[in-house]
């Protein structure tokens, strides 16, 4: 992750302000950063959104393309994670600097999906062994201004949520091969429901508190955080500890509830959002990203 | 005439029988979730490495080697206040690597190395898990390579490897603050989910969730946890995470005595 260097005094400072719940920026423990979300940005994607979260800006796209299902499970289709952390969000990001926090990310993005409640597989399938949509998330890091995961995941649900997979239809002749017919209406689409995608929290144990949504000044306070995966509706899909530092028992617990209570908040305000600015339909007003 | 390798080719990819089989489900059997199964540790077998230890648990056979502290790669310079103790600077502090792999033979399917993404995650997942516990600023400049691999995997790969890898640095002389102790759960579907602590791979691959927890014993801190699947509401998860401790406190005499034994063996193999 990107680093920031600061003195002992700042340390000092930000970890006396989170013991009384005031944060540098007038924050609490549990407020995030003012989140703008914007769906449908890049028109050459099935689904695409873009997430700024104070400065951290994640850019998401989702191609679908068909493809053979996976030998161990026919009737499904499957979703491949790709992250980049491109050299704009931090310069250690240059060259293959940023591979290994790219990997780690689309590690985690692939088990918090990796479980038959987040999204339905067997609506991607067009028929069982041979044909299933292939969902390419693929998520780009234009700017990076600490939290990272729960930004991504965010811009991820935001991204599935938009997608529109075209209809298709396979058709058999007689001597037995087969056609694949797409649709002639361009809006006959598919659309995945997101109900239980699950969002990311990140609580980051600083002195005896722990905070959500933490500024890159704070992550370096911090020793060690815990990442919890949450669905709408409090399940926990994915836990894990991050960082160099260990964790209490009793804190870990702690942590936990605040997450599936931080969590909920977040699902309630994203669907909203997002259930508004589909119905204002083509009349929106677009904003684009960087913008 | 023996047959013509380059006129008659096989298929491209190969797979194994069992995934045509006619399903033969075998179930685990019910058995006590507490049950951790009897554990064989042993360090100090490799001449090779600085430290190592072999650790078997059920069908789970894991090796690891620890070499170091050698130079570190990419020069650091860096200053600013020292650690107390008289530990480097935080910019000049030790590293460490890990490294995770699979022999191609341990799972159900022929696995060729490397293994990808799915080993480098747990590759981070063992180094998360073992620096809180190795007092790195004592070696400034210098990195620690841990490697493990994991010959049979028979439930629980993951917490048997960070058991080891802590055994191994201990074997190899590494200044450590404590041992690091792992456990592996699994979550059961079904009528009555319950967990299940030290899974079986039988138990694990019919599992809708699965844990697992280190800990650092004497300390009495939580050293690493990943967990991941339809594991139920935070309340669930917490059980879960009790559980994995307490079964991590069962298991540290084992690894004391592990430890005495191989002290013991080096010094009576050392010359007078």
Redesign the interface.
């Known amino acids: 992750m990107a680093s920031v260097a600061l003195s002992e005094a700042e340390k000092v400072y930000i970890v006396h302000g989170v013991q009384e719940d005031l944060r540098v920026d007038g924050r609490g423990c549990e407020d995030y950063r003012c989140v703008e979300v914007e769906t449908d940005v890049v028109s050459n994607t099935s689904g695409s959104a873009r997430v700024k979260l104070g400065h951290t800006d994640i850019l998401v796209g989702v191609k679908a393309e068909m493809g053979t299902p996976k030998l161990e499970k026919p009737n499904e289709g499957y979703l491949e994670f790709f992250v980049d952390c491109s050299a704009n969000a931090t310069p250690e990001f240059e060259g293959r600097g940023g591979d290994d926090l790219g990997m780690e990310i689309a590690n985690t993005l692939y088990r918090i999906f990796n479980n038959k409640g987040s999204i339905d597989l067997k609506s991607l399938c067009i028929s069982p062994r041979e044909h299933c949509w292939i969902l390419y998330v693929d998520v780009l890091l234009l700017e990076c201004g600490g939290n990272l995961f729960d930004a991504i995941s965010i811009a991820v649900k935001a991204a599935l949520f938009n997608t529109r997979i075209p209809r298709v239809r396979v058709l058999e002749d007689e001597e037995g091969s087969k056609d694949i017919e797409l649709s002639d209406d361009p809006y006959d689409c598919i659309q995945l429901s997101v109900e239980n995608v699950p969002c990311i929290v990140t609580l980051c144990k600083i002195g005896y508190r722990h905070v959500v949504d933490a500024t890159l000044q704070e992550e370096a306070c911090s020793l060690a955080s815990l990442l919890v995966a949450v669905t709408s509706k409090g399940v926990v899909t994915c836990m894990r500890k991050v960082g160099k530092g260990s964790l209490d028992p009793e804190s870990i617990f702690e942590m936990m509830e605040t997450g599936k209570r931080v969590g909920k908040v977040l699902h309630t305000s994203l669907q909203s959002l997002l259930h508004k600015e589909e119905s204002l339909g083509p009349k929106r007003q677009k904003v684009g990203f960087l913008g | 005439m023996p047959g013509d390798h380059r006129r008659i080719r096989g298929p491209e990819e190969s ?1 194994p029988p069992q ?1 045509y089989a006619v399903g033969e489900d075998e179930e685990p059997a019910a058995r006590d979730p507490t049950r951790l199964r009897p554990v064989y540790a042993r360090a100090g077998l490799l001449s090779q490495a600085k430290g190592s230890a072999y650790l078997e648990a059920g069908g789970t056979k894991v090796l690891c080697a620890v070499s170091g502290p050698l130079q570190a790669e990419g020069g650091e310079r860096g200053g600013g ?1 020292a650690g107390t103790g008289g530990e480097a600077p935080a910019a000049l502090r030790g590293r460490l690597l890990c490294d995770f792999r699979r022999a191609p033979f341990s799972g159900r399917r022929r696995r060729a190395p490397p293994g990808g ?2 080993e ?2 747990l590759a ?2 063992l180094q ?2 073992l ?3 190795v007092r790195l600023g004592r070696y400034p400049r210098a990195q620690l390579e841990v490697s493990a691999l994991l010959l049979e995997d028979g439930g629980s790969a993951l917490a048997a490897a960070l058991t080891a890898a802590a055994l191994a640095l201990a074997d190899a002389g590494i200044e450590m603050y404590d041992l690091v102790v792992g456990c592996g759960l699994s979550h059961t579907p079904g009528p009555s989910p319950t967990w299940l602590l030290d899974p079986t791979l039988l138990e694990e691959e019919r599992a ?2 699965s ?1 697992t927890v280190a800990l ?1 014993p004497v ?16 309340e669930s ?2 059980e879960a ?2 559980l994995g ?1 307490e079964g991590c406190q069962r298991l540290y005499p084992v690894l004391q005595q592990c430890l005495v034994r191989a002290a013991r063996r080096r010094g009576a193999a050392a010359p007078p």
């Open positions: 797979q995934l206040p993404g799915e480098r995650e981070l997942a998360e898990a620096e809180p516990a809708a969730a844990l650092m300390l009495n801190q939580v050293a690493g946890l990943l967990g991941s699947g339809e594991g139920g509401p935070t998860w917490a995470v009790r401790l």
